[in-house]
C-alpha cells in the first residue's frame, strides 16, 4: 500500500511563514513527480507548485517569489516553504504524486490534506 501524508499546517498571520511536508510511504520505487494544490472554501482546487525527481519545479503566477518546492528523494518527501503568506492563501493544501510502485509503473495518489489559515 501507498500512502501520501500531509502535514505543517496551521494559522500564521499575514507575513508568516510555514513549510508544508508531503511524505511518500510503502511500497514506492521511485517518485516521478509532486506536486501541490489548494482549494479554498467555496472555491475550485487550483494548482500551486510542482516538482520533478530530476529537480525541475514549476509555480503558479500568484505563488511565485513566495514558496518554494523541494525534494528529499532520500526520504521520498517534499516540502513546500511559504512565506510572505496572505490571507487569500487560506485552503486545504494537497499533495498529489505520480509514483513507481512495485505494483504499477506510474501511479497516482492523494493525500488527505492540511489546513492552512492566513489570518491576523
Known amino acids: 500500500q501507498v500512502q501520501l501524508v500531509e502535514s505543517g499546517g496551521g494559522l500564521v498571520q499575514p507575513g508568516g511563514s510555514l513549510r508544508l511536508s508531503c511524505a511518500a510511504s510503502g511500497s514506492i520505487i521511485s517518485i516521478h513527480t509532486i506536486t501541490w494544490y489548494r482549494q479554498a472554501p467555496g472555491k475550485q482546487r487550483e494548482w500551486v507548485a510542482g516538482?520533478?525527481?530530476?529537480?525541475?519545479?514549476n509555480y503558479a503566477d500568484s505563488v511565485k517569489g513566495r514558496f518554494t518546492i523541494s525534494m528529499d528523494n532520500a526520504k521520498n518527501t517534499v516540502y513546500l516553504q511559504m512565506n510572505s503568506l496572505k490571507p487569500e492563501y487560506t485552503a486545504v493544501y494537497y499533495c498529489?504524486?505520480?509514483?513507481?510502485?512495485?505494483?504499477?509503473?506510474?501511479?497516482?495518489?492523494w493525500g488527505q490534506g492540511t489546513q492552512v489559515t492566513v489570518s491576523a
Open positions: 498529489n504524486a505520480s509514483l513507481r510502485t512495485v505494483r504499477f509503473t506510474s501511479a497516482n495518489y
Open positions: 516538482t520533478t525527481n530530476g529537480g525541475s519545479t
